[in-house]
């Protein structure tokens, strides 16, 4: 059940190399470190995969109990990741896939389902591998599906390099067993957007390969050109990287321009820096201190002070006991009880059945308007649609 280590030219950072070439080895020297979500993106992983293999009959009833409960108890230096609903989303994700299987088998009763199969995808990415979460085949049809359990970057099936490596991989795997026409990559996304697919034929998809192989050899050696943009996010090299720094710093250009005023479209220009430029510089900060504090790196004109700290209690019971005896009363020194948060309750009781039980007393009002780039997939705002909906 542990999921492989990534390659060098990963499925995961495609969008990267495939943009950006020698990133793939530019990263390749900064260390891979496990965050949160990453850990608990593993986890969800592996509930999915066992609620799978028991649905399928792998695993008896005992040994799944067994299995999901060790999960339960086990401990993360990030916390307890299992709750309410993470079980239900990863439920919507099983029911997803169940329900696919089951319309492979109603075109052909051969229908196989595949789960954590490791994909070769090197005939197109040297050295390259990945790992399907869901791969079901039937009818001359090829299903790769994809579980993304983050919930703060939508990730959708069209044109994503990452799922169609994988559709790569598990062709080349099953290629020489059953005649494959077609392949649909679905990503489903529980906590952010759903399910979302890709159909291609399969001369399509390898066509599509061809065009990557050429990129994929560059990046693997470490040569092409580097471009800065939204693919950067997350690439390990992004602290220390020259070409980011210079294209995020193009902003200072308006800092010297002989007008007063800047045009509308100078300001739409900032307006698309804006987030990746605040991104870029907290990553540095974060950067230096981690290097300063861990590795005792001295950034010239800097130095490490100790912060400001808060006060805390030693001792609840203790301090309760010395402002009793100084004549405070329990309405003095306790806050009154106060309501978890929504979304404590809905890790605690799932979401459906949090929306069941608070329904009468639950509101959820416009959200403020926002300005985004137009390729963003939620309507145009509409100030007088309010206001017909209070005539109304």
């Avoid at 086990?74 to 609903?85: I, L, P």
């Avoid at 009818?139 to 599906?145: C, R, Y």
Wanted: proline letters at 5%; aromatic letters at 8%; one cysteine or more.
């Amino acid at each position: 059940m542990n999921r492989q280590a990534h390659a060098l030219l990963s499925s995961s950072g495609a969008h990267r190399w495939l943009v950006c070439p020698p990133s793939a080895r530019l990263e390749a020297q900064f260390p891979d470190s496990t965050s949160e979500s990453a850990a608990e993106g593993t986890f969800a992983h592996e509930l999915a995969e066992l609620s799978l293999r028991h649905y399928l009959e792998e695993l008896s009833d005992v040994e799944f109990k067994t299995k999901v409960d060790a999960m339960k108890s086990g401990k993360t230096r990030f916390g307890d990741f299992y709750s309410a609903s993470m079980k239900e989303y990863i439920g919507e994700y099983v029911d997803l896939v169940i329900e696919k299987y089951a319309e492979a088998k109603e075109r052909s009763r051969d229908a196989i389902l595949q789960l954590e199969q490791h994909l070769d995808f090197s005939e197109w990415v040297p050295k390259g591998f990945g790992r399907g979460d869901a791969i079901i085949i039937a009818d001359g049809f090829l299903e790769v599906i994809d579980l993304k359990y983050g919930r703060s970057v939508p990730v959708r099936a069209e044109g994503n390099p990452q799922i169609r490596l994988y559709a790569l991989g598990a062709y080349a795997k099953n290629a020489w067993l059953y005649d494959i026409e077609a392949a649909r990559m679905t990503i489903f996304q529980p906590r952010n957007g759903g399910e979302s697919s890709e159909e291609l034929t399969i001369p399509e998809l390898l066509a599509w390969g061809e065009k990557v192989r050429p990129i994929a050899e560059l990046a693997y050696t470490g040569e092409g050109e580097f471009h800065a943009g939204e693919h950067c996010r997350f690439c390990r090299a992004a602290t220390q990287c020259k070409c980011l720094a210079e294209h995020e710093m193009e902003i200072e250009k308006y800092g010297y321009k002989a007008p007063k005023l800047l045009t509308d479209d100078e300001i739409a220009d900032i307006l698309r820096r804006i987030d990746n430029l605040t991104s870029w510089i907290n990553q540095v900060k974060s950067y230096t201190l981690r290097e300063a504090v861990e590795q005792g790196h001295v950034w010239p004109g800097f130095k490490l002070v100790e912060g400001r700290s808060s006060r805390k209690i030693l001792d609840a019971e203790q301090a309760e006991a010395i402002l009793h005896d100084a004549s405070y009363s329990d309405a003095q020194i306790y806050k009154p009880k106060e309501l978890l948060s929504l979304t404590a309750l809905e890790k605690l009781i799932g979401r459906k059945k949090l929306s069941e039980l608070l329904a009468p007393v639950i509101d959820k009002p416009p959200g403020k308007p926002t300005l985004v780039p137009e390729s963003d997939p939620r309507p145009a705002w509409n100030a007088a649609k309010d206001d017909f909906d209070v005539i109304d």
